[in-house]
């Protein structure tokens, strides 16, 4: 089934949001047998009914996200019903719902708020369960007098939409997608290993799988490979990608290399602390996005200046003089004082120049040395030369050390 | 001048990489009097000879993103040139390009390198700085037999597209829009202030200008307003803006918060320290990507235990004991703490639930102390409530206390 999603807002246009609504759409639908075919941003205002005009020809399933609230410009659900020539009628349900939720918070009801109640006839509501506006169904062909899709409209914020889509709209689809194929998909998350690289070893023997679909995605510090096809097809891809790749892969469901990380240290019963020089918190940041990170994870200082690298972790004044804070000697140090002064089981430890400026002929902006000391084994150091903006360089130093520890606990 | 962005990529569709083309460009042609109309994605493959078909009637000028790479996915030139009946030519500028800089990084070259040195015959070269595939721009009606816009087709990553676009496309548009109004835009950023409470301040005034556009862009934490219109109604509605909500402003160019306050600090000579638990470290992450953070980010601590609340910020075991690690108390006490110990004027420090589990009755998940302690003045502690999933909860909760401190900071 042909299927678009229409993200309406004058805001996607000027660049002051990123429209996440196409990902997370995209990787909801493809259980039900859905793929995208197409994506249109258009403004707010009557492009809705052009847009809806021009692709009813041939789409069967049509999202459309924002225009649902209560200000001027909110105005979807009238045009909608206007293209689709249907009356709109007031929901009471819907009215009792808005009324008991800005009850609860105290919020004043002025006259706009009840437009969010009106439904066109014949439409069926999706409850909202963050916020006022409902959610829309409008089955395909619900005037014989338009054509017209599966026609779903969404709230804008990601907040209130993505509920609204596992807990109304899916339901839905798993109604309406009943007779379509569906695919299997898996994608292997690889880390420090560029895409030329991994497409020598896997591309030529995955691209022989009949009915196989290969694609690569590759991201700071790591390459998603993602096959596509029956359930056969992708098993028998699999055996070849996990015998390629072997623990180059760190996962083959959605786990970020941090999750990752977090889920061995605590099968593990193990303990981590971090001494982040130029990558200035990040790592701590990416571990502590993870849920039930304060298990594992004991402390993490952020130690910019070279008092703070001596009077805190540890590191000789001898070290950081001969060899610059910059170097294999200190972020060896860095990561045994961390260690040692916390009494975690691991410590990882970033020195190096993240730009744009600090950098020398010896060690030019991009470089980075991350440390790993860990109990009863010996410290390890690697360098890495990463010339790029700052949020890029950090992202591919965490990757780096990462997964440096994550392949000393495969060991 | 009608302007539409179409977004080439198989991989947009299924969800695996945002689209951020779309805002950049929109950015950067507000300067010639041009905003995008519509925006497309669509997969690899000929779907942009449907498209270039269907917008062709009625777009001026049209950006075509992705599909100029040397895989066999990448087929946006060859299709282009199709579409507009244009003999592709191998040009020897680009092709030398190519070689020396593939020599430079000894890449060995395939065969399919030389497809990116093809040019569509009467296309004007955009250079590529950071890849081997050149940008392509094919001027409006380039073959008079075809209907067809002004055509800028450009690299997919986004490291590739963004300075050719400021250095090579910016002067052809330069060149095509030199007839059209240009209006002037502003964007006030805001950080804590509800967008309805904003709304009632400014919104009535700033409408009756005549010609002036206004919109709110709501974030975590934070509030964009933006007027659009000319010169003069635009000093108008800034004149009511600035009075109106004053120094709940905290920019008035593309600054962020963190930003903003290491400029402050940094003109009264001042320094800041850090002690997050419930951030995690993502404070301190904010911070050290503002280049020069360096001058006046002392340390930051992640204390996420009890223990290292208590050894490393001096934090009282009573205090612990009697209110708890999430408390006004402690999280004064860690301000205090981290500021003495690192000797920095400022020490900010945060203690909270950020979930998904570790909520009470009394401190359910949400709850969260911001303290602020500054050399020769009392320390100070707000109280906050965010349920929200974690990420989201870092970024409310670094607005307020990056406020917090701004707000000090102008007393």
């Known amino acids: 089934m042909k299927t678009i999603v229409i993200n309406t807002g004058t805001e996607i246009l000027l660049g002051d949001v990123l429209n996440t609504h196409l990902a997370f759409i995209a990787r909801e639908i493809f259980q039900f047998g859905l793929r995208i075919d197409e994506q249109r941003a258009i403004p707010d205002g009557d492009a809705i009914q052009t847009a809806l005009a021009d692709v009813s020809s041939w789409a069967e399933i049509v999202f459309v996200t924002g225009g649902l ?223 039930g990170a304060s298990k594992v994870f004991v402390a993490g200082y952020v130690t910019y200046s070279n008092e703070e690298k001596i009077r805190t972790l540890g590191v000789s004044c001898e070290s950081i003089e001969k060899f610059g804070a910059v170097s294999e000697q200190v972020a060896t140090e860095m990561a045994e004082g961390i260690r040692i002064r916390t009494g975690a089981t691991h410590g990882i430890a970033t020195t190096g120049v993240a730009g744009p400026s600090g950098g020398s002929a010896d060690k030019p902006v991009g470089t980075v040395f991350v440390g790993l000391s860990s109990e009863n084994q010996p410290a390890r150091c690697e360098k890495f030369f990463f010339p790029s903006d700052r949020e890029t360089f950090k992202q591919l130093v965490a990757q780096r050390a990462f997964d440096l520890l994550r392949k000393r606990l495969m060991e």
């Open 69 to 291: 609230g209560p200000t001027s410009d909110d105005i979807t659900r009238e045009l909608v019903a206007g293209y689709l020539q249907l009356p709109l009628v007031e929901n009471p349900i819907v009215r009792e719902a808005i009324r008991s939720r800005l009850a609860a918070r105290r919020i004043p009801i002025t006259k706009r708020i009840w437009r969010q109640a009106l439904v066109p006839a014949g439409a069926e509501v999706l409850p909202n369960e963050n916020g006022t506006a409902p959610g829309l169904y409008l089955r395909t062909k619900i005037n014989p007098a338009v054509p017209s899709p599966h026609l779903f409209l969404l709230p804008g914020p990601p907040r209130e939409l993505q509920p609204m889509f596992r807990n109304f709209v899916a339901p839905v689809l798993h109604r309406i997608t009943a007779e379509l194929k569906k695919d299997a998909m898996r994608i292997f998350r690889i880390a420090n290993m560029g895409e030329s690289i991994i497409e020598r070893k896997i591309g030529d023997l995955v691209f022989a799988i009949p009915g196989i679909e290969l694609g690569y995605c590759a991201r700071p510090g790591e390459v998603d490979v993602r096959i596509i096809g029956s359930a056969e097809a992708v098993a028998q891809a699999e055996k070849i990608i996990r015998e390629k790749l072997s623990n180059a892969i760190f996962s083959a469901s959605d786990e970020s290399l941090a999750a990752v990380l977090i889920r061995l240290l605590s099968e593990g019963g193990q303990t981590l602390a971090l001494a982040e020089s130029c990558t200035g918190g990040f790592l701590a940041d990416q571990i502590t996005n993870v849920p």
